[in-house]
C-alpha cells in the first residue's frame, strides 16, 4: 500500500505544481486525504519527513478551508488530524462562506463609493478610477450570478 500512497502522492504533486503549489503542502495533502482514520501529528511528521513546525504551518491552511480537524484524545498529550474525504462539502462550505461575507459587502460599498466620488473626480486619472470601480461592481454582480448556479450545482450534487 505504500506504493498506492507514493503514487497519490506523484499524481497530486503534479497537479500542486501547475497551481504554484510546494511539495510540502501536497504531500501533508495526500498523507492526510488518503489515510482513513485521525493521525497524530508526530506520526505525520514521521510518514512525510518533515518537522512538526513545517508541518503545523501547513496544516492552518487546511484548517482555514475547512478541510481539517485538530483535536485531542482523552488521556493524550498528541494532537491528531483528520481530513475531511467530502470534497463537494469543503469546496461548497468555503464558496459559500466566501460568496457570504464579500459579496454582501461589496454589492453595499462599492455603489456608495462610486457616487461619493464621481462628481469629485476633476483629472482624467481620477475619472478613470472611478471607472475602474464601476466596472468591478458590474464584475461583482455577475461573479455573485455565477456563484449562485455553483451553489446550486453543489446543493444538487
Same mark, same amino acid.
Given at each position: 500500500?505504500?506504493?498506492?500512497?507514493?503514487?497519490?502522492?506523484?499524481?497530486?504533486?503534479?497537479?500542486?505544481?501547475?497551481?504554484?503549489?510546494? =511539495?510540502?503542502?501536497?504531500?501533508?495533502?495526500?498523507?492526510?486525504?488518503?489515510?482513513?482514520?485521525?493521525?497524530?501529528? =508526530?506520526?505525520?511528521?514521521?510518514?512525510?519527513?518533515?518537522?512538526?513546525?513545517?508541518?503545523?504551518?501547513?496544516?492552518?491552511?487546511?484548517?482555514?478551508?475547512?478541510?481539517?480537524?485538530?483535536?485531542?484524545?482523552?488521556?493524550?498529550?498528541?494532537?491528531?488530524?483528520?481530513?475531511?474525504?467530502?470534497?463537494?462539502?469543503?469546496?461548497?462550505?468555503?464558496?459559500?462562506?466566501?460568496?457570504?461575507?464579500?459579496?454582501?459587502?461589496?454589492?453595499?460599498?462599492?455603489?456608495?463609493?462610486?457616487?461619493?466620488?464621481?462628481?469629485?473626480?476633476?483629472?482624467?486619472? =481620477?475619472?478613470?478610477?472611478?471607472?475602474?470601480?464601476?466596472?468591478?461592481?458590474?464584475?461583482?454582480?455577475?461573479?455573485?450570478?455565477?456563484?449562485?448556479?455553483?451553489?446550486?450545482?453543489?446543493?444538487?450534487?
Amino acid at each position: 500500500m505504500k506504493e498506492l500512497e507514493k503514487e497519490f502522492n506523484d499524481i497530486y504533486r503534479q497537479i500542486g505544481q501547475s497551481m504554484g503549489q510546494d =511539495d510540502i503542502t501536497a504531500t501533508i495533502f495526500t498523507t492526510l486525504y488518503i489515510e482513513p482514520e485521525d493521525i497524530a501529528m =508526530d506520526e505525520l511528521a514521521k510518514k512525510t519527513g518533515y518537522s512538526l513546525a513545517s508541518i503545523s504551518n501547513k496544516i492552518k491552511l487546511f484548517e482555514s478551508m475547512g478541510m481539517l480537524m485538530r483535536k485531542k484524545k482523552p488521556g493524550s498529550k498528541k494532537i491528531y488530524l483528520y481530513m475531511e474525504k467530502d470534497m463537494i462539502k469543503v469546496i461548497k462550505k468555503t464558496l459559500l462562506a466566501k460568496e457570504n461575507r464579500g459579496m454582501e459587502v461589496l454589492k453595499e460599498k462599492l455603489p456608495e463609493l462610486v457616487k461619493k466620488y464621481k462628481d469629485k473626480a476633476k483629472t482624467e486619472r =481620477d475619472k478613470k478610477k472611478i471607472k475602474i470601480i464601476e466596472d468591478y461592481n458590474v464584475q461583482v454582480i455577475k461573479i455573485e450570478k455565477i456563484m449562485q448556479k455553483i451553489r446550486k450545482e453543489f446543493e444538487e450534487a
